[in-house]
């Protein structure tokens, strides 16, 4: 997280409520924009992960697949 320094606005060195609570409203919000693109790449990641691991589940000779699919329903 990074912190920044807030400038006063008045000659107390105060700085108004509602300009600091906006500061903070736009950091938290261009960090979850942030972490949302994180997610967004990490979840397409894992879908193509699973489709690789779906063909390779499928095999690559379809003898093989054609024999499995009898096995498994008893028709063979």
């Avoid at 600091?20 to 967004?40: H, I, K, M």
């Avoid at 489709?51 to 379809?62: E, F, S, W």
């Amino acid at each position: 997280m990074h912190v920044t320094k807030l400038h006063p606005a008045n000659d107390n060195g105060l700085v108004p409520a509602g300009r600091y609570f906006a500061r903070l409203a736009e950091g938290l919000q261009a960090a979850n924009e942030r972490a949302a693109a994180v997610v967004d790449a990490y979840e397409e990641q894992e879908r193509a992960l699973e489709r690789r691991l779906q063909v390779k589940r499928r095999g690559t000779i379809p003898a093989a697949r054609a024999l499995s699919e009898h096995v498994a329903f008893g028709t063979r």
